[in-house]
């Protein structure tokens, strides 16, 4: 396993807590906020760490539709709508500037985004770990 590897991945599980952390927490507007930014963090690093993993395997992807795609190919992810779904959310995001959109997304990020992100931070943990016997 390359070390860029299990950086991408000690940035992610950083992220990913405090994601957790954020919308356990979420009580105002500020927090949802808050709680927004730390997805599009823990959203970021989540594709580039499945990136580099499939470029460890020798599976080349180059966006993260493509690399969701693989990473469901290759055991990393279940759910292949959902994370679809997180990319057109996360574009929406960007171009987002009423508090509406935002708790819609908030609402998905706490209900479903949450627990594909923790269903992808185990397989990869357990790939790494494997790795490491």
């Known amino acids: 396993m390359r070390e860029k590897v299990r ?16 919308v356990e927490k979420a009580r105002d507007d500020l927090d949802v906020d808050g709680t927004i930014k730390r997805f599009e963090i823990c959203y970021e690093l989540s ?10 395997v ?15 190919n290759n055991d990393l992810i279940e759910d292949i709508e959902t994370w679809m779904q997180i990319i057109e959310d996360r574009n929406l995001l ?5 508090l509406e959109e ?3 997304v908030f609402n998905r990020i706490k ?6 992100l923790e269903k992808f ?11 490491d016997t």
């Open 7 to 22: 950086k991408f991945f000690e940035d992610f599980e950083k992220a990913f807590v405090n994601l957790k952390n954020a």
């Open 111 to 116: 209900e479903k985004y949450i627990i594909e």
């Open 47 to 56: 594709w580039k760490l499945m990136k580099e993993y499939l470029a460890d």
């Open 58 to 72: 020798g599976v080349i992807v180059k966006n993260p539709r493509n690399t969701f795609k693989e990473a469901f």
């Open 94 to 98: 960007v171009h987002t500037y009423t």
């Open 121 to 131: 931070y185990l397989a990869i943990q357990k790939k790494i770990q494997r790795e």
């Open 102 to 104: 935002s708790r819609e």
